[in-house]
């Protein structure tokens, strides 16, 4: 079993930038992929960015040039900088990681752009 952990989320203004963190906690050996997903209202889960277990990234192309994903496997934590954050990207964000083969998801935080 894989516990996650989010932190980071708020409201901001159009421009602004965000940091989410997301700590792994439980049998940590074993976990691959991490990232992050997102949710807005009406719509389905979407990938935003994930780390791959051999170290290369891939991001949603919309929001490629704005936000960075990173790991710190020593930290079993997994972050997402958010830059130039637009409405559109206005979501429920939840951590992600794979572990054996199965998904884990933390239980989400609200991030909200708005004016």
């Known amino acids: 079993q894989v516990q996650l952990v989010e932190s980071g989320g708020g409201l901001v203004q159009p421009g602004e930038s965000l940091r989410l963190s997301c700590a792994a906690s439980?049998?940590?050996?074993?976990?691959?992929?991490m990232g992050w997903y997102r949710q807005a209202p009406g719509k389905q889960r979407e990938l935003v960015a994930v780390?791959?277990?051999?170290?290369?990234?891939n991001y949603a192309d919309s929001v490629k040039g704005r936000f960075t994903c990173s790991r710190d496997n020593a930290k079993n934590t997994v972050y997402l900088q958010m830059n130039s954050l637009k409405p559109e990207d206005t979501a429920v964000y939840y951590c992600y990681a794979r572990h054996w083969g199965l998904d884990y998801w933390g239980q989400g935080t609200q991030v909200t752009v708005s004016s």
């Open positions: 780390v791959i277990n051999g170290g290369s990234t």
């Open positions: 439980g049998s940590i050996f074993g976990i691959s992929d």
